[in-house]
């Protein structure tokens, strides 16, 4: 008999062909670790000031959500520092077992794309664009970036886009949902030409702060609430982009939604072409029924996945949605992650999990 | 049933579990106020390794507004998703005839007992130091 004394955490079960994980949290050990990226002027700022970010009071961001910083209890490093600081420690516990062949990072720490202070803002996202590439890019083959860019400074987030896209291994831009605006308005539009430009998709995750409520009926009790209700900025974001017209304009600007779920796509895709065809006039320069850039301008990544209780369900799912707009994601070391093995609550052929595993998304991000 | 010495009652200390390797299979040995329970050291939602999970109590409330925690120590949350397990039974809080983790049979002797009653030819001499957890699988 065995005696482990401190078991090995994770599944060690391979996923046969390898897969492409396109939602992966990298964090900085602490406080200090963006400081080697930051200009002292901005460090200072930090220490004296910290983050402007629109929710009330500095230091109230609500964790522990259901875990201490929302993660995995397992996936704390022995090494010390919070899940997703430890290259090493993700190796052992997620890439390799689960033979992640790719893995997308994106960094929320700091909630860049909400920072009010814009000076910082910009300056907090370069330097986790450097912190990416030297501290996890460069050291493991496998991993991509997000190119963190300051959304309400368009200008500066167009300076930050054409200094890092050079380096493929940036993979795609981050804008954060809740934002200042909806997404579709004007203002943002040099962001999109630039990802259109250097043919990088948008990736638009979900944040649990973001200084508007995150239902459209105020702000939830329960954490619980507010978990599922990260899934109502989806609409919210596809129709402003589809309706104020960004993709008439940029045709080929590629979105995904990150931890948005995929299930409500259907029915809010009918609703939307149902009211053009009764108001296109308001919206002419739409040359064709929302659906027509809902299927060839998104794509969504999997988790958390919709669980439906009927066997068939999800499947007819993943054919109204598109199975090639489906892009396998864990969320580790994010308490709600999904083990590629068991997370699909419908048996898949080999094709259909190679597809959404792994295929889609090479193709999606050009690997 | 062989029965797997598991630790000394000592080892194991209230709130806390021994995770150990039985033919194969990971068991996790939970002590529950002085009782010890053993579970197979996986989550039946996406398998996440239980010995990891946080020892709870269970939140009661008859109507919204009131609250009573109950049963403090007797249940298990998952480290993954939060899955609520009784650690007496092994059984989902939420959905307890669909969702459970196998559970194994666990008792305290002092070890004598069990090497008389395993009839070794060869026998050594025992020393029986403290009460010794056993799982039964
Ligand atoms: S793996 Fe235990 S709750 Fe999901």
Redesign the interface.
Known sequence: ?????S?Q???A?KADAGIIDCDIHPLPKNGKSLYPFLPKRWQEHSEQFGGHLRQPFINTTQYPR??PLIC???AWPPSGGPPGSDLDFMREQHLDPFNVINGILIPLFGNVGSERNLGYAQALAMAHNDWQVAEWLDKDARLRGTLVVSQDDPVAAVKEIERCARDRRFVQIMLAPRSSEPLGRQRYWPIYEAAEAHNLPLGIHSYGVGGHASTGGGWPSFYMEEHYATTMGGPATMSSLVLEGVFERFSKLRVVLVEIGFAWVPSFVWRMDRLWERMRSEVPHLDHPPSYYVKRNFWYTTQPMEEPGGSDDLRRTFDWVGWDRLLFSTDYPH?????P???FSIKLTPAERRQICRDNAEQFYRF | MPKHRIAYVKEIPPGSNKVVNIRGREICVFNVGGDFFALLNRCPHEGAKLSRGVVVGLPESKAPGCYKLSRPGEMLRCPWHGWEFDLKTGKSHCDPERMFTKQYKTCVENETAVAERELQAETFPVVVEEATVFVEM
Do not use: H, N
């Open positions: 008999m065995t005696v482990i004394e078991p955490a994770g599944v079960k259901s875990a995995r209890r397992d308490w709600d992650q999904d083990d093995a068991y997370a």
